[in-house]
């Protein structure tokens, strides 16, 4: 940044060459026996001896050679700019993603997730224009501060004239636009938050809302949003522009108005031509640099919501990190047997208080298959996120031996690619071991099926993974909880939402590794539990053994 604060400093410099050289010139041409008086250029083609025709011709090379040589450094200086936009807005993202992924699991469970995506997504760009903008301030900015000083050496009287409307005008117009950008600012700010939530409920929901006949609903409700947001922008795009009209009206107005009073005082105003000249120049680089700089400031007022929404995200940078988790078992002395162990373990949720999980302890051996039945809302999901470490207890204990647990929910995440990129999930596409694929696969049963088809491990399964029913869905989800080797499986509801058959088989198949790996299933009803060499209620927070009466478990 300072090396760029260096580049603009120079840049500004060459547009004050620039302004300064068209006086000698013009000069010389009104007023040629004047010419040898003009400072360092007139000596020096005194001393060379270039007159008359000569010294014209001279000094328009001079003037083109300075005019493109200020061209060429300006076209590199805003390629300079441009580039460091673009490094900034990409290093925002980057750094908003980190800040954001590394968040407690809790963060999650508390933010809306479109409040996330519009982060990303539109605060980030929005910042990373504002950015540009203050980047055009400091370079409009130096250059007219350049040019003006250049200009008081030309002439202090219009200088300094001009200045002061500038200054005058520049300030309370940006006083009395300021809040009214803020404000547009920040309607457009919630509503698009608002838009993006029914694009995404809207879509998500499009079965229930065809069936239901609301497409209607919906859709006044994007009509309604949009209409802020276009009106905001609106709003942004008048403000913008009003502050330049007036500034550029009240400059032109005052340079007027100093030439009418010169020529009232009967001021020669043929000794001022060469002045007027750079002046006429300079107004041409001033306007249009006022111009943006107003112009940036406004868009910049509009978008401090955004700066402010990014400001608090990574303001929690240095307390996002690694949940703590589970923490190993040692490996040798007591309970080594046990794969996992919760001692007397504690949790609620923030901002309730009452414990959802109260005095919970359980030892499970290594190759033991446990289920945990239980009512909705009675803590068996809490209790599975506490054991994979995303969430922490508030009191008590909890010991994981081996560091690797599968899991599988109810609602499998799946991203909209190939069977293998599912499976091999968080695994660049070319880190991918096929046989460790096929071989997951082989264990969740649902290989044949892959090796059937032509396209194989390059099915694209569809967004959720629509191509695919939902008993080979779980399966694929099994297949990706076994591809890296667990030592624990974990499966959470994963068969509630399907039909009695398909859970049977998808159970047979868990059942297939009974002794190899610890298994822990979470379920609403016993029909997911046979196999089981244990079985635990969890109500009210409270886990207690159930009893077993010949192959059916006493619920």
């Known amino acids: 940044m300072i090396f760029l604060t260096g580049v603009m400093l120079i840049g500004a410099l060459l547009e004050a060459v620039g302004i300064s050289a068209i006086v000698p010139f013009v000069t010389l041409v009104t007023q040629e026996e004047a010419f040898s008086g003009i400072p360092v250029i007139g000596p020096v083609f005194t001393s060379l001896g270039i007159t008359s025709s000569g010294t014209v011709i001279a000094c328009i090379i001079l003037l083109i050679l300075v005019y493109v040589l200020k061209a060429l450094y300006l076209i590199l200086e805003r390629k300079m700019s441009a580039s460091f936009i673009g490094r900034?807005?990409?290093?925002?993202?980057?750094?908003?993603?980190?800040?954001?992924?590394?968040?407690?699991y809790v963060y999650f469970l508390e933010k809306n997730t479109v409040d996330m995506h519009k982060a990303l997504a539109t605060d980030t760009r929005k910042?990373?224009?504002?950015?540009?903008?203050?980047?055009?301030?400091?370079?409009?900015?130096?250059?007219?501060?350049?040019?003006?000083?250049?200009?008081?050496?030309?002439?202090?009287?219009?200088?300094?004239?001009?200045?002061?409307?500038?200054?005058?005008?520049?300030g309370l117009i940006n006083l009395r636009v300021r809040e009214k950008l803020r404000a547009a600012g920040r309607r457009a700010s919630d509503s698009e938050r608002q838009h993006n939530k029914w694009i995404n409920q809207g879509f998500a929901g499009i079965k229930e809302i065809k069936h239901l006949h609301t497409e209607e609903f919906i859709a006044e409700r994007l009509k309604e949003t949009q209409k802020i947001i276009c009106d905001s922008e609106a709003d942004k795009m008048f403000l913008r522009n009003f502050p330049k009209i007036v500034t550029e009206t009240l400059c032109i107005c005052g340079m007027l108005g100093v030439l009418a009073v010169m020529t009232l005082l009967r001021q020669p105003l043929l000794p001022l031509l060469p002045a007027l000249s750079a002046f006429a120049v300079a107004t041409v680089k001033l306007l249009p640099g006022a111009n943006r700089m107003t112009s940036a400031v406004s868009a910049v007022n509009y978008d401090l919501p955004a700066l402010e929404n990014i400001r608090q995200l990574l303001s929690a940078e240095n307390e996002a990190g690694e949940n703590p988790g589970a923490v190993p078992l040692p490996e040798s002395?007591?309970?080594?047997?046990?794969?996992?162990?919760?001692?007397?373990?504690?949790?609620?949720?923030?901002?309730?208080?009452?414990?959802?999980?109260?005095?919970?302890?359980?030892?499970?051996?290594?190759?033991?298959?446990?289920?945990?039945?239980?009512p909705s809302g009675a803590g068996k999901t809490t209790f599975v996120d506490i054991l994979l470490g995303l969430l922490v207890p508030d009191r008590g204990?909890?010991?994981?031996?081996?560091?690797?647990?599968?899991?599988?929910?109810?609602?499998?995440?799946m991203i909209d690619d190939s069977v293998r990129a599912n499976v091999a999930f968080g695994c660049e596409e070319d880190e991918a071991d096929d046989g460790q694929v096929w071989k997951c696969l082989d264990e969740a049963q649902i290989a044949d099926y892959f090796r059937d088809i032509p396209e194989g491990l390059d099915l694209q399964i569809g967004e959720r993974g629509t191509r695919l029913s939902g008993g080979q869905i779980q399966r694929v989800g099994i297949?990706?909880?076994?591809?890296?080797?667990?030592?624990?499986?974990?499966?959470?509801?994963?068969?509630?939402?399907?039909?009695?058959?398909?859970?049977?088989?998808?159970?047979?198949?868990?059942?297939?590794?009974?002794?190899?790996?610890?298994?822990?299933?979470?379920?609403?009803?016993?029909?997911?539990?046979?196999?089981?060499?244990?079985?635990?209620?969890?109500?009210?927070?409270?886990?207690?053994?159930?009893?077993?009466?010949?192959y059916e478990w006493i619920i």
């Open 479 to 550: 297949a990706r909880a076994l591809y890296r080797n667990p030592d624990i499986l974990v499966l959470d509801e994963a068969t509630s939402a399907l039909d009695l058959e398909t859970e049977a088989a998808v159970m047979k198949t868990v059942g297939s590794m009974h002794r190899r790996k610890t298994i822990i299933i979470v379920a609403h009803g016993a029909g997911a539990l046979t196999g089981c060499d244990r079985v635990f209620r969890m109500e009210d927070g409270r886990l207690t053994a159930v009893h077993q009466s010949g």
């Open 397 to 413: 204990l909890v010991s994981v031996r081996g560091e690797r647990i599968g899991y599988i929910p109810q609602n499998l995440f």
């Open 127 to 170: 910042v990373s224009d504002a950015a540009a903008d203050i980047l055009t301030v400091m370079t409009e900015s130096t250059v007219c501060l350049m040019i003006v000083i250049t200009l008081f050496f030309i002439n202090p009287v219009i200088s300094t004239t001009v200045l002061l409307i500038v200054i005058f005008a520049f």
């Open 88 to 104: 900034f807005r990409s290093e925002l993202h980057d750094r908003a993603a980190a800040v954001l992924l590394s968040r407690p």
């Open 333 to 374: 002395g007591e309970k080594t047997e046990f794969a996992v162990s919760f001692r007397q373990v504690s949790y609620h949720y923030p901002g309730t208080e009452e414990n959802i999980l109260e005095d919970v302890s359980v030892d499970i051996r290594h190759g033991e298959t446990v289920g945990i039945i239980g």
